[in-house]
């Protein structure tokens, strides 16, 4: 039998992978940036069948986000386990800045976090050395470059996990490994031999990203960097390779001895976008000399490694298993059909299925469950507000959230469609929506257009000059009609086949007599510069068009298809 890891191991939105082994499990944590419930948490046995099994962020103990651009809120997680406590350390952008949730189950449930006042940069990481001492580390301005300026570098500290405090002033250790090195970031420690080895993410999150690599046999030590800096990136293989902005890893040890490194990476759509955003990938690491070597041989993330042989048995029970369907990284909610892979969602529990995530921590209760549908209610919120600048002074501003329950597109060729029955009133709307980062979305919606029910196609960009967390940040929101067509009944099947960047769109008051619509350029809501930070959502939303209204629109089912 031919056994195979394939990349990416957990495909779609789910970037900034952070990886522990546990006995003979494996349990991985992603970013979710604005989206709520937060943190995805899954969990392997082989490494190649992942399941979801939970959201380490819920209302629940105390998570709150903020939609706006798509790209903040929570980033850059670091999950750890040491004497039977998993401790996940992690920013939030939307709130009040790093925190620590601690959990005796990676299921859950969380913690409430632990604020960290004293712990100040982003991706702040957990070490925990041999002894069981804890140390935190992060990012900042922090390394002296000798001329009177302060240039970004790492900082380590001994940390108090009990009071969740530092137990030391933070110690500069390393600059980066290029000469002003851009965005020297995701700092990650391990204790291997007689060293400690330091991992880095550098050259900022897209085209030129990469990981970097140092070692100290003084913890506190300024470190040395790797001779082979960069030890894993694709940025060398040009704008047209289908794998692009490889860095931020996490290195796990097997029970064989053998090391493995899960770290980010994009795949292009057509050759040129981005839409599934950073994407999980895994590599095997070997040591050589006392330095760690990426992919060995290829030096480059593959498609498909050779599953190590201490993970066949897990793998061989996996493929036994029907709840577990593998890279497509789905939870035990949905209906599986290995044939198609088609994901149903038809609201027969109470609960939201963990892969149905909302923009935003709801502020209010606009949606429910009831008669095996999803109702969602026309608050006064638009799925296409107008951007706001992030800001970083952890404020909250009430109000920032859309009556949209969404889910990850994880292949470049997908159909997704719900059946809805609505009757919207005056500036009200419902419906399908695909949408990007920096208000670049497609919504397929009931309307009224002129006092006549339609059914229409709008897209929507934004012009702006620079990212929402650069001061003076200004933008503009365009919102244009591709189609517009009567429907006079309540119910719809609403329906949208991605194909790339080839986008089309289908109606029909029921599946059985669907028919074309309109059709749609993928890359108006994938252009360059939204960047990759964050992939693309497929959802059901409503909206009051900036009035509250008690109305609702009730979707019996969500289907969701990768081809």
Not at 156 to 185: C, H, Q
Not at 251 to 263: F, P, Q
Not at 463 to 474: H, K, L, N, R, V
Not at 475 to 492: F, G, I, M, Q
């Amino acid at each position: 039998m031919s056994r195979k890891i394939r990349n990416p191991i957990i495909p779609g939105y789910y970037p900034d992978p952070s990886m522990i082994r546990v006995g003979d499990d494996f349990y991985l944590v992603n970013s979710s940036f604005e989206l709520s419930p937060a943190l995805p948490v899954f969990h392997s046995r082989d490494l190649v069948h992942w399941e979801q099994i939970c959201n380490a962020m819920t209302e629940e103990n105390g998570f709150y986000v903020e939609k706006n651009c798509g790209v903040g809120g929570v980033m850059a997680p670091t999950l750890r386990y040491y004497d039977g406590v998993y401790y996940i350390i992690n920013c939030n952008f939307g709130d009040r800045g790093n925190f620590i949730i601690t959990a005796a189950n990676p299921a859950g449930p969380w913690s409430k976090p632990h604020y960290l006042t004293d712990v100040p940069g982003i991706d702040a990481s957990m070490f925990i050395d041999d002894d069981g001492q804890f140390y935190v580390m992060g990012t900042g301005d922090v390394w002296d470059n000798g001329a009177g300026q302060m240039e970004r570098g790492i900082w380590l500290a001994k940390y108090d996990i009990k009071n969740f405090r530092m137990a030391s002033e933070p110690v500069t250790i390393w600059n980066s490994a290029l000469r002003v090195g851009s965005s020297p970031e995701a700092p990650h420690i391990y204790h291997v031999g007689d060293y400690y080895h330091l991992i880095i993410a550098e050259g900022g999150t897209e085209h030129y990203h990469a990981v970097m690599s140092a070692r100290s046999k003084d913890l506190f030590g300024f470190y040395e960097g790797n001779p082979a800096n960069p030890v894993l990136t694709h940025r060398h293989m040009g704008f047209s390779c289908p794998v692009t902005n490889v860095g931020h890893a996490d290195l796990v040890e097997l029970k064989d001895g053998s090391w493995w490194a899960v770290m980010l990476a994009s795949r292009l759509i057509d050759g040129k976008c981005k839409n599934l955003g950073r994407e999980t990938f895994a590599c095997p690491v070997v040591w050589e000399r006392d330095w760690p070597l990426f992919t060995p041989e290829s030096g480059r993330v593959l498609e498909e490694y050779d599953l190590p042989e201490c993970l066949a048995s897990a793998y061989d029970e996996a493929m036994t298993r029907e709840d577990i369907a593998g890279p497509a990284a789905v939870s035990d909610a949905e209906e599986v059909t290995e044939v198609s892979q088609v994901y149903i969602d038809d609201f027969d529990s109470d609960e939201l299925p963990l892969h149905l995530v909302f923009w935003g921590t709801p502020g209010e209760k606009f949606w429910r469950i009831e008669d095996s549908a999803l109702r969602l209610r026309c608050i006064k919120q638009k799925l296409d507000e107008e951007l706001q600048p992030m800001g970083f002074d952890f404020v909250r501003k009430p109000g920032r959230y859309a009556a949209f329950v969404s889910r990850r597109q994880c292949q470049p060729n997908v159909t997704f469609s719900a059946a809805m029955k609505f009757t919207p009133l005056e500036a009200e709307s419902a419906g399908v929506a695909i949408v990007q980062a920096m208000n670049h979305q497609i919504h397929f919606e009931r309307a009224v257009s002129e006092g006549q029910q339609v059914l229409r196609l709008v897209v929507v960009s934004a012009d702006y000059a620079q990212p929402p967390y650069f001061p003076g940040f200004t933008s503009e929101t365009h919102r244009r009609v591709l189609c517009e067509k009567p429907w006079e009944s309540d119910e719809a099947v609403l329906g949208m086949e991605l194909n790339g960047e080839d986008f089309q769109f289908f109606a029909g008051e029921d599946e059985d007599h669907m028919e074309f619509f309109a059709k749609a350029d993928g890359t108006e809501i994938n252009p360059e510069k939204v960047g990759c930070m964050v992939g693309t959502m497929l959802g059901v939303y409503a909206t009051g068009g900036g009035e509250d209204s008690q109305n609702e629109a009730a979707f019996d089912w969500i289907r969701y298809e990768e081809s």
